[in-house]
């Protein structure tokens, strides 16, 4: 038998035993925030869980929000991460990203700029928020690139590709790509070729291309997988 003093706390779980049992409830986001309180072990694996997905998780969460909410909470979100640029944050977040939608990343950008409507600041963050990614995003399994809720903001889909580039050419982030869903319409044959150099784990590929585009643009790609 076990006795009362050799009984294994729930502060002395192992990591890998912890996060198994938190990522039960991954989805809600108030549960995490308190689970997160208990002590420090704790909220170092609850972290990575809140930030795997803090894009979509914010943008899901904006529902039923107001819009002084969404821009709040939106300015709070970029400014975490433009304080990791500059190492000023305790946990490197961008590092404990799994799932980057760039539509996502692109909205939260333009709310938090909307009070100002600085179309050059949107610019600028934008730039420096895939520069960070870029560099220290380096466990994502999950990138989407789709031509969704395009009413939202079509201008911002006409920066896209070009801001994708720096982010594509870096593709240090790309080395543990797992499923990447493209479907934009101004497909760049050298992000495909980014690519093809540094993703060699994927699992799912989901490219929308003309039918006369596919061999020649997929060949390398789907080649070295």
């Known amino acids: 038998m076990i006795g009362l003093n050799e009984h294994i706390m729930a502060s002395d779980l192992a990591i890998e035993c912890l996060n198994n049992?938190?990522?039960f409830v991954s989805e809600d986001t108030r549960t995490l925030f308190?689970?997160?309180l208990t002590n420090r072990h704790w909220c170092n694996v609850v972290v990575r869980i809140l930030w795997a997905q803090s894009f979509r998780r914010l943008v899901m969460s904006w529902v039923q929000a107001s819009f002084d909410r969404r821009t709040?909470?939106?300015?709070?979100l970029i400014r975490s991460y433009l304080?990791?640029?500059?190492?000023?944050?305790?946990?490197?977040?961008?590092a404990f990203l799994v799932d980057v939608d760039i539509f996502d990343v692109n909205i939260i950008i333009h709310q938090s700029c909307s009070e100002t409507k600085n179309n050059i600041a949107s610019d600028n963050l934008r730039k420096s928020i895939f520069a960070l990614l870029s560099k220290r995003?380096?466990?994502?399994?999950?990138?989407?690139?789709?031509?969704?809720s395009i009413s939202h903001g079509a201008d911002v889909y006409q920066c896209i590709c070009i801001d994708l580039f720096p982010f594509g050419v870096t593709a240090r982030w790309l080395?543990?790509?797992?499923?990447?869903?493209?479907?934009?319409?101004?497909?760049?044959v050298e992000i495909l070729a980014a690519m093809s150099n540094t993703c060699h784990n994927l699992k799912r590929l989901a490219v929308s291309l003309e039918p006369f585009e596919s061999e020649m643009r997929l060949s390398p790609l789907s080649g070295l997988q």
């Open 175 to 188: 080395e543990t790509l797992s499923v990447f869903v493209y479907s934009f319409p101004h497909t760049k």
């Open 21 to 23: 049992i938190i990522s």
């Open 34 to 36: 308190t689970c997160a």
């Open 137 to 148: 995003g380096t466990a994502v399994q999950r990138l989407t690139l789709e031509e969704s």
């Open 72 to 76: 709040s909470s939106a300015y709070r």
């Open 83 to 94: 304080a990791c640029s500059r190492n000023e944050t305790r946990f490197d977040y961008p």
